[in-house]
């Protein structure tokens, strides 16, 4: 699930803010609805917002929600297939409104774009390195931006989203190893990350068989010993 749960029988989003610290924001919530979490309190309705999808398909999807459900809010969406010229006249206006909202694909916004005033932007999927997904953030994190942009990750519980992270923080551990020359505790690098150790450790199950095998399960992928 995108909401968590936090201590205290409180709901909440972890958020990673521009100066790359990690921000826990308690929220409150009403029940899932056709796939989707309605926020009550905790995040501001008229902030502005950039949605970066992975495929065409949950681009599409989100357009089509979004527009259903708030349509006095201007909304631009964007892909690859829009030409260099009106992508950039398309960010232009989104800097008028104080509540636009942007639906892209993350490789249609990865280099060359500055988008000057975002308050929210949201990682619909993740890519497969987190280089790449900074390529995409960053377009809204810059120098001279004019305000702080909060940065959400969205993981759903039990789903390949789940994997992929579980395979970046994986990835990222290599990395500082073979920068440093040192192995990373993992609780380390989760609260690098603002991640709950529970994330991960759901992915993975231990079961045994009447005759006394071992099935380990990584999430919905079986191996049998």
């Not at 501001?44 to 989100?62: F, H, N, R, S, W």
């Not at 639906?103 to 988008?115: D, M």
């Not at 909060?150 to 990395?175: C, G, P, S, W």
């Not at 231990?206 to 005759?211: E, G, M, R, T």
Request: glycine share 6%; with cysteine.
């Amino acid at each position: 699930q995108a909401v968590v749960d936090l201590a205290g029988g409180n709901q909440g989003v972890y958020v990673l803010k521009a100066d790359s610290t990690v921000e826990q924001r308690v929220v409150t919530t009403k029940e899932m609805f056709e796939g989707w979490t309605p926020v009550l309190t905790g995040l501001k309705p008229d902030e502005k917002v950039v949605v970066g999808c992975t495929t065409i398909e949950a681009l599409e999807t989100y357009a089509s929600a979004v527009g259903e459900r708030l349509p006095f809010r201007p909304l631009y969406v964007i892909d690859g297939a829009i030409s260099f010229s009106r992508r950039d006249r398309m960010l232009k206006d989104f800097e008028m409104p104080t509540n636009g909202i942007v639906i892209c694909t993350q490789q249609s916004l990865k280099s060359s774009v500055n988008i000057p005033t975002c308050n929210e932007m949201i990682i619909e999927a993740l890519q497969w390195n987190i280089p790449k997904i900074q390529q995409f953030f960053f377009r809204a994190i810059r120098f001279d931006s004019k305000e702080w942009t909060t940065v959400h990750f969205v993981t759903y519980d039990r789903t390949i989203e789940q994997n992929i992270m579980a395979l970046l923080m994986t990835k990222e551990r290599l990395n500082d190893f073979l920068k440093t020359g040192e192995v990373k505790n993992q609780n380390d690098m989760l609260e690098e990350y603002g991640l709950s150790d529970d994330l991960l450790s759901a992915l993975l199950g231990k079961q045994y068989d009447q005759d006394g095998k071992v099935y380990f399960t990584w999430g919905k992928q079986s191996i049998s010993a």
